[in-house]
């Protein structure tokens, strides 16, 4: 009784913060949809057959670093679906040491056009597999592509758009902005709440999902940024060290398909406490 007691006052609860970020965040979900909107669909089309923008300068207009550990039934097709996307593009695979044959399945990418395949001998954490993927990337604008499809690699075109276009330096991917009960786990959007309103209290942005898989950043800035954290603290770093160089983050809502532990969900509590001390570590240092 006691256990069923606390679960129906935390959903109480936290339904009354869900209406409050409803209610608070009405005036981003129309800024941040607004390009969407506006925009003529002469330019969305060209983005969608891989015409560039007329300021890209580079070879290819965006690179995908996709870190992978332990995804051998589903990374095939995140790639597959990323590789289908119509726009120029880089793909840049991390592999940080997967032991279940997911490592066979990347390397049958190496000598691919288009591909870059990058093999950890062993684990060293998401932070890492980013890190060792943004030096290799070579488009105008990096994005991150998760391997476990909670992520809809379609909605890649609608994260980069504001970057091509000129709007923004710097693009996150929202589950929250236009959906905030898209993830059904009640306890990972409290947390996910709580740890997003903790980081724009600590750097003065106005997110409303810091932790996002999406996050594209043009490659000048991203490469110049020094990655330190291996594990999921990159989330806080990336983020306070954007702000701290006084780069505006636009949002865009996306899709999102939650996965459970049970299904092989690698973030646990250590990674949050880490998370907490990340985002006061890295707003003064």
């Not at 709007?167 to 786990?185: E, W």
């Not at 532990?261 to 240092?285: M, P």
Request: aromatic share 8%.
């Amino acid at each position: 009784m006691r256990s069923q007691a606390a679960v129906s006052i935390s959903e109480s609860q936290f339904r009354d913060i869900d209406q409050g970020i409803a209610n608070d965040v009405v005036s981003r979900i129309e800024e941040s949809v607004d390009w969407l909107q506006e925009a003529p669909q002469r330019e969305l089309s060209q983005l969608g057959n891989g015409i560039p923008c007329s300021h890209v300068e580079t070879n290819t207009a965006i690179s995908v670093v996709i870190p992978v550990f332990n995804e051998r039934n589903t990374v095939a097709k995140v790639i597959e679906r990323v590789a289908s996307l119509q726009i120029d593009k880089q793909i840049v695979l991390v592999d940080d040491g997967s032991t279940d044959g997911t490592q066979q399945i990347l390397s049958s990418y190496i000598g691919r056009k288009g591909f870059e395949v990058i093999l950890h001998p062993h684990n060293q954490g998401k932070g890492a597999a980013l890190k060792s993927g943004f030096q290799r990337a070579r488009g105008e604008v990096v994005i991150v592509q998760d391997a476990d499809l909670e992520y809809d690699p379609n909605d890649i075109l609608r994260v980069v758009a504001p970057i091509l276009e000129g709007r923004s330096d710097v693009v996150y991917g929202s589950r929250y902005l236009a959906n905030s009960v898209q993830d059904p786990s009640v306890i990972h959007r409290l947390g996910n709440w709580l740890l997003t309103q903790f980081s724009n209290w600590m750097t003065c942005n106005r997110l409303t999902d810091m932790e996002t898989c999406y996050k594209a950043i043009r490659r000048d800035i991203l490469q110049s940024i020094d990655i330190e954290q291996r594990r999921f603290g990159f989330e806080p770093e990336i983020t306070a060290k954007l702000a701290r160089r006084g780069h505006r983050i636009f949002e865009v809502p996306i899709s999102y398909q939650s996965r459970s532990w049970k299904d092989g969900k690698k973030i646990g509590f250590k990674d949050l406490i880490n998370t907490l001390w990340c985002i006061v570590r890295y707003r003064f240092s």
